[in-house]
């Protein structure tokens, strides 16, 4: 089963009940499943107003060694369908990022991505090795398509280098005649990213991006309780920066802006679609109840299948089954066996399919959400 058909078929099934079947039968015939999110280090490079990660030093504590990776991939890769080596920091801060990215695709993993700034990309001869490997996707965090946003809203990044670097991987991959890796931009929903639509498709275009993704605009706006954060070995990180976020919420737009905004979209999707491009956003969140919180509703929760094809996995071994519930915490894959892991794993499962995680997100997931 190729990773078009997986998708379509899981979000065919209505009910995740039945999607907890159909992934238990493909588990049973051991059929790669699995979607692996895994960090190499806890560093980052540069500062963003919405984000609470700041820049720090490279030192081996902060690694997860190329020694330990290998024996990971060896544990892990017979069920892998996806395997992401990031998930909530800079991937490249990891020495000799490219060693790894090779290791993982010796091991034959359907599907390898990873999310990064870009700001690195062009060490240790990173571009070449992405296309030569035919890395799937590089899905790269992208806010703000001229020099003065991008420069005040990742602050520490520089818009000329990662434009530099863009252009350098646009040009091996046509010298390598290569459509891999798909390029896939990361971009926040904030007022500076939404507008002149003409200019985020010129950018699309001239440096063959494709896909544009916008992302939902979260923020910390109260520290995360203690107890939570010491269970999933999380610092205690500096809220966002308040008055720049603000400034850039898209709920201060006016309805007739929002509007306007909407039917830009509609119309350069169908321009980029004709070009095998598209731009991937959230509609329901332009909706000005939304972003008001005018429609908020008390949550409520009925099942979740996640946790039968989900494995998030920090730098130090430590995995879950969820990125947000601190008792989704299976062990460590470096010193707990696989069959202790998956007698907490089946709890958990049992605990999140009767909708008793306590977790307050989305149910019926699709594949494009956590994809």
């Not at 020694?67 to 000799?96: A, G, W």
């Not at 999310?115 to 703000?144: P, Y």
Request: charged content about 25%; overall charge positive; aromatic content about 10%.
């Amino acid at each position: 089963m190729n990773l078009k058909t997986f998708k379509y078929s899981y979000d065919l099934l209505s009910s995740d009940k039945i999607r907890t079947s159909f992934l238990k039968i493909m588990e049973t015939f051991n059929i790669p499943k699995d979607i692996v999110r895994l960090d190499t280090n806890d560093l980052c490079n540069i500062e963003c107003i919405f984000c609470s990660n700041k820049p720090q030093k490279c030192t081996p504590d902060h690694l997860m060694s190329f020694q330990k990776f290998k024996v990971l991939i060896d544990k892990i890769h017979k069920t892998t369908r996806m395997l992401y080596l990031s998930c909530s920091y800079e991937p490249l801060m990891t020495p000799n990022f490219g060693e790894y990215i090779a290791y993982a695709k010796s091991k034959g993993i359907p599907f390898i991505s990873f999310a990064t700034n870009a700001l690195l990309l062009d060490k240790n001869n990173l571009i070449h090795q992405l296309v030569n490997h035919q890395i799937n996707e590089l899905i790269i965090s992208f806010n703000g398509f001229n020099r003065a946003d991008y420069n005040r809203i990742m602050f520490r990044s520089s818009y000329d280098k990662v434009i530099k670097n863009l252009q350098e991987l646009k040009e091996y991959k046509e010298i390598r005649g290569s459509t891999f890796p798909k390029i896939r931009l990361n971009t926040i929903l904030l007022k500076s990213n939404i507008v002149n639509f003409d200019k985020i498709v010129k950018f699309i275009v001239d440096y063959n991006i494709d896909t544009v993704q916008y992302r939902p605009l979260i923020t910390r706006d109260t520290p995360e309780p203690a107890a939570n954060r010491e269970k999933m070995n999380t610092l205690e990180q500096p809220q966002n920066n308040p008055d720049e976020v603000n400034r850039e919420k898209i709920s201060n737009f006016s309805e007739e802006e929002l509007e306007y905004i909407l039917k830009d979209i509609n119309s350069y999707s169908k321009k980029l679609s004709e070009l095998g491009k598209r731009i991937i956003i959230p509609i329901d969140l332009l909706n000005k109840n939304k972003l008001t919180g005018r429609d908020k509703q008390p949550g409520s929760k009925t099942s979740c299948c996640i946790p039968f094809f989900c494995y998030w996995i920090n730098y130090r071994g430590k995995v879950s089954v969820c990125c947000s519930d601190a008792d989704s915490i299976i062990g460590n894959i470096f010193t707990d066996t696989m069959e202790k892991m998956k007698e907490k794993r089946n709890t958990f499962r049992k605990k999140a399919l009767s909708g008793k995680c306590g977790m307050n997100c989305s149910t019926n997931i699709d594949s494009s959400t956590i994809i």
